[in-house]
């Protein structure tokens, strides 16, 4: 393996942000711009969207299911049983819920978008496709990049709405709580500063998502196993700006809001 | 061949030098990882030529392709394309120009989620410009040229390499475009293949009078193109008899590290003295 001297990475390295940049900046530059292609956002809209409910959902039901769980072993100590609902609803609106979703859908769709756009670039489709006067980044950037943002939003409320569900499985059937009592303390203990941060995270992810995958789609090089390595590194990197971008977004948030 | 065409472009047609030139090369270089892939290459492609670019694998071929469609940018040089310089222009200006170009790709490069019909009808699709009888109708008829009118439902994997190469042919010629590349449209092909796609080029030429380049390892595809014209009232490719006057506009230029050290027509190309132009020529 040949060594790479340490200015040399950090030009690299420079290059790549200032070209994911550049790609982050067309997507949403090219949606002032004509043509737009609105079959091909529905389109993936239901590939991103609906086809990671079923994963989005069996993440949020366990999740919440197993807050319930580890919180009530802990609420039990100081006999505030009853606060179990208020726990996970907070914990899943504010914070669990849009980050498992986004991290479920980074694994499922940064993959999807890399390796597909990663083969068109490694036999040449993304040069037929500029040759044949289109912009790649308009008929595959954008609508992927919108159709993630409007689609991670409503997973994240369907997985929200699951995981509080998932908590009340396990406070009704193993806890033996109230139902009407859980879901009080899950609807009142929610305040609208609440659902506003957890709403305004998956925008900020479906973002990361799409332009992760489709940079390291059409930065592909090196035949199948580029298309590999460019695959792997978008669900590498996006979970990790997912997990950084939040930590800032919700010190960012927290001071908005107090 | 089945399709009926009006008479090829015989010895009237106007002379090269006297009609515009398409593109041109002024003193082009440009370098992949520091490597020298172009130094000072300048040429031009007048109107209705079609051009054989010849080389070893590495001479820089498809790089000069690539640069006409201003898919890479020149470190040093001006190209210009239709009248515009493509080397100084934003890629946001450049898809306008890519439409009056039409590209076959080494590996045919066909959209392989489309059917047939959705990847030649794709830049028409794009232009939005017609209704979809008509794009149906053109499609049908870029796929009739080549002589594949029914695998329009077909998806690409179906299809054997040369039929891909077709497609792709089609796809280029379906708009119309004012110049045609060819990135080596007989690579891995076998000689019969070969023939045939060779033959569908000419009919292009001498029918649709396209300008192009033609990138090739093969001595034998340029020589053919030259020595041939498409004979419409037989709907076949035809040897030009020694003593004929027709002129088939096809020219030969020969890259070596980069360099041009050929530009010309065939007849100088075989009298060329040059040793490594008469090694590569034998």
Request: proline content about 3%; aromatic content about 8%; overall charge negative.
């Amino acid at each position: 393996m040949e060594l790479i001297s340490p200015a040399e990475l950090a030009k690299e390295k420079l290059h790549a942000m200032q070209e994911y940049s550049l790609l982050a900046g067309r997507s949403v530059g090219n949606l002032f711009r004509q043509p737009r292609y609105l079959a091909d956002t529905l389109q993936q809209a239901d590939v991103i969207g609906v086809g990671s409910v079923s994963i989005v959902v069996l993440t949020g039901f366990f999740t919440g299911a197993v807050l319930a769980l580890q919180t009530s072993q802990t609420l039990q100590q100081f006999g505030s049983l009853s606060l179990t609902g208020q726990v996970v609803s907070l914990s899943m609106v504010r914070e669990l819920g849009p980050v498992l979703t986004g991290l479920m859908v980074a694994g499922r769709n940064a993959s999807g978008m890399a390796s597909e756009l990663g083969s068109m670039r490694v036999t040449e489709q993304i040069d037929a496709m500029r040759a044949l006067g289109t912009d790649p980044t308009k008929k595959l950037v954008t609508p992927r990049v919108v159709a993630s943002v409007v689609m991670l939003f409503f997973l994240t409320v369907i997985s929200d709405l699951v995981g509080v569900g998932g908590g009340f499985m396990v406070a009704s059937l193993v806890l033996n709580l109230d139902a009407n009592q859980y879901w009080t303390m899950a609807y009142q203990s929610l305040e609208f500063k609440d659902v506003v941060m957890g709403l305004t995270k998956p925008v900020f992810f479906g973002f990361i998502i799409a332009t992760v995958g489709c940079y390291y789609g059409l930065s592909a090089r090196g035949g199948t196993q580029g298309v590999g390595r460019a695959t792997t590194q978008a669900v590498v990197a996006s979970s990790v700006l997912i997990l950084a971008t939040n930590f800032f977004l919700t010190k960012l948030l927290i001071a908005w809001f107090t | 061949m089945s399709t009926t065409l009006s008479p090829p472009r015989g010895a009237g047609a106007p002379a090269a030098e006297q009609r515009g030139a398409t593109i041109v090369f002024e003193d082009v270089a440009i370098e992949f990882e520091e490597k020298p892939v172009l130094d000072g290459v300048s040429f031009e492609l007048p109107q209705g030529e079609t051009k054989v670019l010849l080389g070893v694998a590495g001479a820089g071929k498809t790089t000069i392709l690539k640069l006409v469609l201003g898919l890479i940018k020149p470190d040093r040089g001006r190209i210009t394309v239709l009248g515009q310089d493509v080397s100084a222009m934003p890629e946001e200006d450049l898809f306008g120009l890519r439409g009056r170009i039409g590209m076959v790709f080494q590996e045919s490069a066909l959209f392989d989620s489309l059917t047939v019909e959705e990847n030649v009808a794709f830049r028409l699709m794009e232009e939005g410009k017609l209704s979809e009888e008509e794009i149906h109708r053109r499609v049908a008829e870029a796929l009739r040229f080549v002589e594949l009118e029914h695998t329009l439902a077909m998806m690409p994997s179906e299809l054997s390499g040369g039929m891909r190469r077709r497609v792709a042919i089609a796809r280029a010629m379906v708009s119309e475009p004012e110049i045609l590349l060819y990135d080596s449209p007989t690579g891995g092909l076998d000689p019969i293949t070969s023939t045939t796609i060779i033959e569908l080029i000419v009919k292009q030429r001498d029918f649709y009078k396209t300008s192009a380049l033609l990138v090739s390892h093969r001595l034998q595809d340029g020589f053919m193109m030259a020595s041939h014209y498409f004979d419409t009232a037989a709907n076949e490719m035809r040897p030009l008899a020694q003593a004929s006057r027709t002129d088939v506009h096809t020219t030969f230029l020969v890259l070596r590290e980069g360099k041009v050290i050929f530009d010309g027509a065939s007849r100088e190309l075989a009298a060329s003295r040059d040793e490594y132009i008469r090694e590569y020529i034998a």
